[in-house]
């Protein structure tokens, strides 16, 4: 006679196989399932993210701290004594520093949802209207006191990754930057990332 295993039987006995498995994969890396490669660029980024961010509080201190003030020639000289100390601190820094190839192609892939179509031309359309030119799209540059600073669209934004306070997106023509908030300083940029 066939003896029928119960399915609250026979689950226990897939949880257990199931934990079983995990714990031996867990200790052989190579029975591990491949990443997924859009995680693991996304982890690239943050990584050189926490990374700049990290040289940036580290250059912070001392004297390119910023007393709460009210006045506008404080906050300049501080601000610029921070970008140079930054500039100093990255002198090698080149364009892809943070920007990768891979995460430009997945920045792309990313916005390219919210350039397509109808919905694509108003908010390419908004982005014309907002971007200024004649910003030198150069790491390290000090984005230039007295140009607008275009807000990227909230249906655009949405799809990147979200950044810390500390820093932010920018559209320069058709050139998304990478912007330090405090230093007022160009990271990084993705020429042409608006098409």
Do not use: C
Not at 63 to 69: G, H, I, M, S, Y
Request: charged residues 25%; hydrophobic residues 40%.
């Amino acid at each position: 006679m066939r003896q029928l295993i119960r399915w609250p039987a026979a689950l226990g006995l897939v949880l257990a196989l199931g934990a079983a498995g995990a714990q031996l994969a867990s200790q052989n890396p190579a029975t591990q399932p491949p990443a997924n490669p859009d995680a693991l660029v996304l982890a690239d980024f943050h990584k050189r993210i926490e990374t700049y961010l990290d040289l940036h509080k580290d250059v912070e201190k001392g004297p390119a701290r910023l007393k709460e003030t009210n006045d506008p020639g404080k906050i300049r000289d501080a601000q610029a004594t921070l970008a140079g100390r930054i500039r100093a601190a990255r002198s090698d820094a080149r364009p892809g520093d943070i920007f990768t190839p891979q995460i430009r192609a997945m920045f792309r892939r990313l916005m390219y949802p919210e350039l397509k179509g109808r919905e694509g031309r108003e908010t390419k359309s908004e982005i014309k209207e907002d971007a200024p030119t004649g910003i030198p799209l150069e790491v390290n540059a000090i984005y230039p006191e007295g140009k607008a600073l275009s807000t990227v669209p909230p249906n655009l934004l949405a799809n990147l990754p979200q950044l810390p306070e500390d820093l932010e997106y920018r559209v320069v023509g058709k050139h998304l930057i990478l912007r330090d908030v405090d230093a007022n300083l160009i990271v990084d940029f993705i020429p042409n990332a608006i098409r």
